[in-house]
């Protein structure tokens, strides 16, 4: 039994001391390991904001050989990754940092990319959400606003503008008063979602901050025009600077913008004289359509003797008994006549497309707009 | 141990309570307590030892951990993937270091230290000299750390031996509890550098002591716990590589892990017969080649790892990093093969290292590969290809190193989650049995046999076929009588069949067995009627149940000439007799056949 107490004396006492070099070495080798981990991060930071994304991949992963369970670390691998296109690997580590923390805006959001980027519509509108919905450490509204946006934008480019709509109105709505860029941004996509109004909207909040301001300007004009304003349109067209407005997009719409206000007859509220300047500018787009037309297709004007008339034949014979009664004194005198006028002028530029293709000329398309909005005649 | 006890003083002796000082009444209670605790029951101390050697495992195998990587950062640096030349010269140069070691310091420390722990077991009696424990500290750290494609876990196992049986020496335990201590030792030292104390804990039954003794079951579960608790204190609970969330397999996806277990199984078998042939092979070349074998093998290693610098060492940031599908399918075959062959030669040039972590490495490849491949071609089944690498690491532990068990409960152990466990369960299974079949003996029996011993196998245990009491015993070999049956019948009966013993059923469960001559004396009494009851006999005899096994019912048969075999539902109910000579015909009939 001596022998025994003695022993395990000197084990007791061994343990100790063991446990005490141990714990001293323990130490150095987590104070090596830590700083090897911190410096292979910042070597892969480093590289990621040079761009060398392969670089940074192997640094990171370097790190997390160091600190393999650091979840900072294994995000910028995944975030690392995904920037490589390699997205599966990107993804299980990402999976694996949101079984851990579902809420996290971060990781969803790098999640819902990689969705996009890899054609899962579904996985990426879910993540997207998340993200949105999700726990964010710096500016939550900021960012949780930005991923609303890229999923508005996303949608958009898939072309589910009606799926887009309830984000396109919440991202309206959650911009910071007097934000002037996120209301551009917020404007462009309502404008690509076909919400007219609302865009106007933001453009005009815009405008009341900075009233020159030329990307509102033209958003501006362009909402107007798709709501029918065209004078509205023209007016914010006009406003922008030169070198703006020469822009193709601009440059595409400002024309036909100024035909339809010039030929907008039917508006309410215009003096007689207009209605009949605008009528007869509108007849006189109208009837040389049907000329450049028949021209197009070979046809004489009127029909020759004996041979049965087409449309635009018949619309010319129209136009040939209404002469007197169309023209500028005519309608001037007899207002009565600018309705049946302005319906002969639409139909004329109907039966042309119809048989000779879409318009060329700035006033045809602006007639042909004019046509199809009438529903809308009082929104000038 | 008698020898050792000192003599208590007894109550007389003592002097009276008011004239001891404090020291003393101190030391006098110590004695006595360390008395009823460690000197009346071997086994209590036992017990307190495994956890006693499960702590000093823990911290040895903690300052080995560390030793690896201090020369790992030291000769290859902090990269994991070191700059040529660097990663060719090192494991060349560090090979020279290594064989010098090996063959003027530490000549003991060759191996990978599992079957050399199994051997001191059962042929040293558990004694495994300490300089063994040195030895495999220093030329694993070295060998492991400069990149040779080996893994630190079975020398860990040795030295957690070594350390226990040292321990057990100083205390003069018993020759059976050294035996035993050094098992205790290698679940310590296994549970320590691998982070799981429970598949530790079945890797050492199934291949160290090669059976399931419950004697020992309780020192091994502790001394595995106490390991892994000292370990986690010092490095962290992490496990050694981190397991993704794993998904429930689609039914149809088992036919993926059945395609796994067959790959693993035939590269397991391919791996194991290549060791076969090729060790004693290059154990016969020249001594003086034995010096350049480590360094041969270092610069083979080095140069598959100026273009696969991932099978350096043990490894296990890359299995993490193939659990997490960083790989694509390709790569993860060519890793699988490279680490095959660079773990091959490392192991055959005598370089002392593990095989533990290249075989996960492998399983996690081919694992990985082989669900990357079907992911490819079936994407709507396939869960992940971290699953498979997990699945995979699995199936190779158990073709390879041929521990079914011990492979399902690692994975399970390992990714926290019992979803992988039906997955492993096949696929280890099917690798096993190719193994099994195509192999008869599993690695480390193989390494022991070239070595010239033969020690047992859980595995040939496992599928010997028990002898049990009813293959021996005779159903109507004996006559069962009542208390009150009159002996005249009874005696012609007995005259009958004379070699038929005459057993009394006394009541439900108490048998004797009648004397033939007394039954025959008392029948021959015409004076008074006598009952079975008034006959000498010997007894109550003991019972046995047809399903127990020989060994038990040889335990009784030296002292009773007959045994009824009885119904476990029925005690009174005989379902036949054992003899001693019923054992050994059934015995020489089972030969026969």
């Known amino acids: 039994m001596y022998v025994r107490e003695r022993v395990l004396i000197a084990c007791a006492v061994l343990l100790i001391a063991l446990f005490g070099f141990t714990a001293f070495i323990a130490r150095q080798y987590h104070r090596t390991i830590h700083r090897f981990a911190d410096e292979w991060f910042a070597k892969g930071e480093s590289a990621m904001q040079a761009g060398q994304t392969r670089a940074a991949i192997n640094d990171y992963r370097n790190a997390l050989v160091y600190k393999p369970e650091d979840p900072t670390f294994q995000f910028h691998l995944a975030q690392a990754l995904a920037s490589a296109g390699q997205q599966v690997q990107s993804r299980a580590y990402l999976t694996n940092l949101l079984s851990e923390d579902p809420e996290s805006g971060p990781i969803n959001l790098t999640l819902a990319r990689i969705a996009v980027s890899e054609k899962r519509n579904l996985d990426a509108v879910r993540y997207y959400h998340s993200a949105i919905y999700g726990v964010w450490d710096t500016d939550p509204l900021t960012q949780r606003w930005e991923v609303r946006s890229e999923l508005c934008e996303y949608l958009l480019n898939q072309g589910n503008a009606q799926e887009a709509e309830p984000d396109l109105i919440a991202l309206a709505q959650e911009v910071p008063l007097r934000d002037v860029g996120r209301e551009k941004i917020a404007g462009t996509l309502l404008l690509r979602a076909g919400l007219w109004s609302r865009a106007l909207s933001e453009f005009r909040a815009v405008l009341d901050t900075d009233r020159r301001d030329p990307d509102a300007l033209a958003g501006a004009g362009r909402a107007s025009f798709q709501l029918g304003d065209y004078a509205e349109s023209v007016n914010y067209f006009n406003r922008l600077p030169r070198g703006v407005r020469v822009a193709p997009d601009v440059a595409q719409i400002l024309p036909i913008a100024q035909q339809a206000q010039a030929m907008n007859a039917l508006r309410p509220g215009l003096p007689a004289s207009e209605q009949a300047r605008r009528a007869a500018k509108a007849l006189s787009v109208a009837n040389a359509r049907i000329a450049a037309c028949a021209t197009q297709r070979g046809e004489s004007l009127p029909a020759a003797s004996g041979a049965a008339p087409d449309q635009l034949q018949k619309l010319y014979v129209t136009a040939q008994q209404n002469k007197k009664a169309w023209t500028l004194l005519g309608l001037s005198q007899h207002p009565d006549q600018v309705t049946a006028a302005m319906s002969f002028a639409f139909q004329a530029e109907a039966a042309a497309t119809k048989v000779c293709g879409q318009p060329q000329m700035a006033a045809d398309k602006a007639l042909s707009l004019i046509a199809s909005n009438r529903t809308g005649q009082s929104s000038e | 141990m008698s020898e050792t006890v000192t003599p208590q003083p007894s109550s007389t002796e003592l002097p009276p309570a008011g004239q001891e000082t404090l020291f003393e009444r101190v030391r006098s209670a110590w004695q006595a307590w360390v ?21 000093f495992g823990g911290l040895a195998v903690v300052c080995f951990r560390v030793a690896i990587d201090w020369v790992q950062f030291m000769l290859l640096g902090s990269s994991l993937y070191p700059s040529f030349p660097r990663v060719v010269i090192v494991p060349a140069v560090a090979g020279l270091g290594i064989a010098a070691l090996v063959i003027w310091v530490f000549p003991r420390s060759r191996g990978s230290g599992v079957n050399q722990t199994k051997a001191a077991v059962y042929v040293s009696n558990g004694y495994i000299p300490f300089d063994t424990v040195i030895g495999k500290f220093i030329v694993c750290a070295l060998a492991i750390g400069s990149g040779q494609s080996l893994g630190p876990e079975d020398p860990s196992l040795q030295m957690g031996a070594g350390i226990a049986s040292k321990i057990g020496r100083y205390l003069k335990l018993s020759q059976s509890k050294i035996r035993l201590i050094a098992p205790v030792g290698a679940a310590a030292g ?41 370990m986690r204190y010092f490095m962290g609970a992490e496990s050694l590589f981190r397991v993704p969330s794993v998904q429930p397999a689609h039914p149809v996806e088992f036919l993926g892990y059945a395609a796994l277990g067959v790959v693993g199984g035939i590269v397991s078998l391919f791996f194991t017969k290549w060791i076969a042939w090729a060790r004693p092979r290059i154990q016969a070349l020249p001594l003086w080649t034995h010096y350049l074998l480590p360094a041969a093998a270092g610069l083979i290693v080095g140069t598959i790892g100026i273009w696969f610098p991932q099978v350096l060492g043990a ?103 019992y979803t992988a466990a039906l997955p492993v369960m096949v696929s280890s299974l099917i690798a096993y049995l190719i193994s099994r079949q195509y192999q008869e003996v599993a690695l480390f029996d193989m390494l022991t046999r070239q070595e010239g011993l033969i020690l047992p196998s859980i595995e040939e245990r496992r599928e010997q076929e028990a002898f049990l009491v009813e293959d021996a015993m005779r159903p109507e070999g004996a006559f069962v009588v009542r208390p009150n049956e009159p002996v005249t019948d009874l005696a012609i009966k007995a005259e009958a069949q004379k070699d038929i013993p005459v057993l009394l059923r006394v009541r439900m469960g108490e048998w004797r067995l009648l004397d033939s001559e007394d039954l025959q004396r008392l029948a021959n009494d015409g004076a008074t009627p006598h009952t079975a009851s008034e006959v000498k006999s010997k007894g109550p005899l003991p019972l046995l149940f047809p399903d127990e096994s020989i060994e038990e019912a040889m335990r009784w048969l030296g002292d009773w000439p007959v045994i009824p075999v009885v119904s476990r539902a029925d005690l009174g ?8 000579p019923d054992v050994l015909k059934a015995v020489r009939k089972a030969k026969a056949e």
């Not at chain 2, 008395?35 to 702590?55: H, K, P, S």
């Not at chain 2, 498979?388 to 041929?402: D, S």
């Open chain 2, 190 to 230: 296994l549970a320590a550098a691998f982070n799981a104390p429970l598949a530790s804990t079945l890797f050492v039954i199934e291949e160290v002591i090669g059976t399931w003794s419950a004697g020992v079951l309780g020192a091994i579960v502790l001394a595995a716990v106490s390991s892994a608790i000292t």
């Open chain 2, 573 to 580: 109910q005989l379902e036949g007799v054992l003899t001693f």
């Open chain 2, 35 to 55: 008395q009823r605790i460690f000197g009346e029951r071997e086994d209590q101390l036992f017990l307190f030892l495994a956890v006693l050697i499960g702590v």
């Open chain 2, 315 to 417: 490894g296990y940031s890359i299995i993490d990093q193939a659990l997490h599908g960083e790989f694509a399918w390709r790569l993860l075959l060519v890793l699988a093969a490279m680490k095959l062959v660079a773990t091959g030669v490392s192991f055959l040039s005598g370089t002392p290292g593990g095989m533990f972590a290249p075989t996960l490495f492998i399983g996690a490849m081919l694992g990985g590969g082989i669900g990357a491949i079907e992911h490819h071609f079936f994407p709507s089944i396939t869960t992940s290809v971290g699953m498979f690498a997990l699945v995979g690491m699995g199936t190779l532990f158990g073709g390879f190193l041929r521990v079914p068990i011990t492979s399902v409960f690692m994975v399970i152990e390992l990714s926290g989650s």
